[in-house]
């Protein structure tokens, strides 16, 4: 992607990387919640995890989608809900 934007890549070894995707997420996500009712970043996920990264969670608790403190297994219900309206919104689009 980035070779196509002419830009440098990121670079998730570095904490600064890792944040500016974390902030270009948050505003896709801010974004596109004007016009859906999920949050479109649940499609990504942290390789290491086989999820999404802890931003994903605690941006839902700041938009009053996810109660705070949630347990992981409802931070991981609520992940599989969120991923469902997205897949389903978009697989109708196609």
Do not use: C
């Not at 830009?7 to 995707?21: E, Q, S």
């Not at 086989?50 to 297994?73: I, R, V």
């Amino acid at each position: 992607m980035s070779e196509d934007a002419g830009t440098v890549p990121f670079d998730f070894g570095h904490a600064a990387d890792r944040g500016a995707l974390g902030t270009l997420l948050a505003d896709i996500v801010k974004a596109d919640l004007l016009h859906s009712r999920f949050m479109v970043s649940s499609v990504v996920k942290l390789s290491a995890s086989n999820g999404p990264g802890e931003g994903f969670y605690l941006l839902a608790e700041h938009l009053g989608h996810l109660e705070p403190g949630a347990s992981g297994e409802r931070r991981s219900e609520f992940w599989a809900e969120q991923l469902k309206l997205t897949h389903d919104h978009y697989r109708r689009r196609i």
